[in-house]
């Protein structure tokens, strides 16, 4: 019964006989009421109280006993909620049919049991079953009551035997049920959008929850929760560029507390220790700056317009907050135990609930609610010691009554993995992840006087396993050579786009083995860096990604030096232009390294800074050395005809070829092909040996030969 100053009649039903309260005492209640609601509104709680209570100690008006219920609710202790929960059902028996006495009931009753609200919600459903605010309430506690014991089993002696998934299924359907029933009532309910969309991620659905999610802020524009929560889901579904475009959009909606707090704090878990411990030291910008430069050498994928491993840690914290957080306690899930080990090693392979019990036998002790998470190389456990759903890492102690139900001491572990292993990522990209063979070689910059060097990436693209045979450009991809820096700035790059297959550029190493090679060339200076190497095939996204350390050689200006070798499938001098090109010669690398009967074998390198003589001739030998890695009766069978065919001398397990040349050119390209028909299958070191007759130096270079 709502209240009005205007026109009240008040009913006090005694032995079936109707009283009506004569106009100067409606006046008083009106006065005292009236006066009650004025106070709060200056934020004078206690005389609001005490006008109040004038209003229900004479005239057990029932607004007044609302007004006095919702004060001592707000005050949010023990024996104010006891007190709140007295008005409130004083109120009820004054008016049955009145929702807003219920509601606030209700939520009292989550105070105390979420079971007991529950029952309250659905008699606000007897009275009205559209009512929005029972209906979502119903929803939330359904959808706590599957969060709880989804996954979450009884241990009863030494192993699991009670099972508590059915139960945690039917509250998931009927939660659905209640926020589907909430939007039909009120489809501006922004809550309940936003609660359908977690429980479909939770039944790792995330698909079903994202235009859930478009909905609100299609309602609410600056949502930053939604977009929080949007990318976490895009990212979940491997749309990565809108998951980017989300957590962009949500942290510019952040504040700068909010922001620190996402992007910088949460990471400094994941930095080396070494540098942890100097960020007490660091200005803001000093700290924020380490943060970024830590994201910037963490990239997995330089070809993409964002960092698939940042986007990971957005939404390990974006989980960790949905999950973990303690609003009671104002305890963001990132800053939390669970919330640390999460955003370290990303979410377990699964994980289990053992649900709380008291042992009775011997001394009586409570099995606390434990969590258990698995990983494929650690098992952790977290306990609810406290009961306020913050687990903090489990841990032994001996002689405590509240006992975890792991055996682990998971507080110890998780400080020596915090040492050993800060974090764990594998890379996730927006498609499969592939394996192409490449290798990388390097030649002398033999333009003027230039001290750079030129360096090769040759990979090589499968044509015997296509994604989509009928595809009109089946092996078309991205490719990128990124050169960076200590600091992880990109020095030099070179990226683009391949479309067509060019026949004169395939090898074939078997009846259905073919492949596609292409080389990637930049010029450098000589320096220890980070070389990326990257592939995306255009028609499924499918990555290879390859960073590494290397090292560009620093070639000399006027001593004797050799290039790397590179293996190949065809050296030209005037025939078809092939992947590289070293002055007048056209070669097709061969970077699997590995040769059958169907392929030839050319072996092609560089001998830089030559003495030249008074005839302007340069003189110098060739020692070809192949040897076998692992020593089998094959090899000796092919001595003879090698011998005969190439001049090899037999050392012990090695065969070597011997030739003299004479050059008019201080830096000498080389290549000839062989002949490995006769020798057994196996891995061999190819050992090129090149000595200047002129002032008897010598310089060597090697590489490893497959033989199928």
């Known amino acids: 019964m709502k209240f009005s100053i205007l026109n009240i009649t008040l009913f006090t039903v005694i032995c079936a006989i109707t009283f009506t309260f004569p106009q100067n005492l409606i006046d ?78 209700a939520k009292l009753m989550e105070k105390f049991s979420r079971k007991m609200a529950y029952h309250v919600y659905q008699n606000i459903l007897n009275i009205d079953a559209n009512c929005t605010e029972a209906l979502f309430n119903l929803g939330k506690i359904k959808e706590l009551d599957f969060y709880e014991y989804n996954n979450s089993v009884l241990k009863v002696g030494s192993d699991p035997s009670l099972s508590f998934d059915e139960f945690a299924i039917e509250d998931y359907l009927q939660a659905e049920g209640f926020f589907k029933r909430t939007i039909k009532s009120d489809s501006t309910c922004l809550a309940a959008y936003f609660h359908l969309s977690c429980l479909y991620q939770e039944i790792e659905d995330p698909q079903k929850g994202i235009p859930l999610i478009k909905k609100i802020i299609a309602i609410d524009p600056d949502n930053k929760q939604a977009y929080t929560y949007l990318g976490l889901l895009y990212y979940k579904t491997s749309q990565m560029d809108s998951s980017n475009f989300a957590y962009k959009n949500a942290l510019k909606l952040m504040d700068e507390k909010q922001k620190n707090e996402f992007k910088y704090q949460s990471s400094s878990f ?45 939404s390990r914290v974006a989980y960790s907050n949905l999950k973990f957080s303690v609003p009671e306690n104002e305890l963001y899930g990132w800053n939390t135990d669970r919330g640390e080990i999460l955003i370290r090693y990303g979410e377990p392979a699964n994980r289990l609930r053992y649900r709380p019990y008291i042992s009775a036998g011997g001394r009586t002790s409570l099995k606390l609610k434990t969590d258990l998470w698995f990983y494929k190389d650690k098992v952790l456990g977290f306990v609810d010691e406290y009961w306020n759903g913050n687990f903090r890492f489990s841990t032994t102690r001996p002689y405590s009554r509240h006992i975890s139900q792991f055996a682990g001491d998971t507080d110890f572990f998780v400080k020596d993995l915090r040492r050993n292993e800060p974090e764990n990522y594998e890379p996730k990209f927006i498609g499969p992840s592939i394996n192409v063979p490449y290798n990388v070689v390097q030649f002398k910059n033999l333009d003027g006087n230039s001290r750079e060097t030129d360096v090769y990436v040759n990979y090589a693209m499968n044509l015997s396993n296509l994604f989509n045979p009928d595809d009109k450009f089946p092996i078309a991809h991205k490719y990128g050579l990124f050169l960076l820096d200590g600091k992880s700035y990109v020095r030099n790059k070179k ?86 090109k070293r002055g007048k010669l056209n070669i097709l690398p061969n970077p699997l390294n590995e040769f059958t009967s169907i392929s030839s074998i050319y072996i092609y390198y560089e001998v830089y800074n030559l003495s030249l003589d008074k005839n302007k ?38 065969l070597t070829l011997i030739n003299n040349y004479k050059a008019y050119n201080k830096n000498v390209p080389v290549y000839f092909q062989i002949d490995m028909s006769k020798y057994s299958k196996g891995n061999y070191i190819l050992s090129i040996e090149v000595e200047d007759m002129s002032h008897k130096t010598t310089v060597t270079s090697e590489t490893m030969l497959r033989w199928r």
């Not at 220790?273 to 924020?288: D, P, V």
């Not at 290397?550 to 030209?572: A, G, H, Q, R, T």
């Open 28 to 105: 008083e209640i009106n006065h005292s009421h009236m006066s009650g609601l004025q106070s709060l509104k200056t934020g004078n709680t206690e005389e609001a109280v005490s006008y109040f209570k004038v209003a229900v100690d004479s005239f057990s008006f029932a607004d007044s006993y609302y007004e006095l219920a919702k004060i001592y609710f707000d005050k949010n202790t023990v024996q104010s909620r006891t007190i709140s929960r007295k008005y409130i059902q004083k109120a009820i028996w004054k008016d049955e049919t009145n929702i807003e006495y219920r509601l606030l009931q």
């Open 495 to 580: 990226t683009d786009l391949l479309l067509k297959t060019k026949p004169e550029k395939n090898i074939k190493l078997g009846l259905n083995e073919e492949y596609q090679i292409n080389s990637i060339g930049l010029k450098t200076k000589p320096d220890s860096l980070k070389m990326a190497f990257e592939i995306m095939r255009i028609s499924d996204n499918a990555v290879s990604a390859n960073h590494f350390y290397y090292k560009i050689k620093s070639f000399s200006i006027d001593e004797l030096d050799i290039s790397d070798i590179l293996l190949s499938e065809e050296v030209n001098e005037s025939g078809t232009s092939l992947a590289i």
């Open 617 to 654: 001739t340069a003189n110098f030998e060739q020692r070809v050395t192949l040897s076998k890695l692992e020593v089998d009766s094959g090899v000796e069978e092919i001595w003879s005809s090698v011998t005969d065919f190439f001049g090899f001398t037999n050392e012990e397990d090695k």
């Open 270 to 314: 994941l930095v080396d220790e070494s540098l942890r411990k100097k960020f007490n030291n660091f200005s803001s910008i000093e700290f924020e700056e380490s943060i970024e430069k830590f994201w910037q050498s963490s990239d997995p994928l330089l070809l993409t317009n964002y960092n698939e491993r940042l986007l990971e840690h957005y």
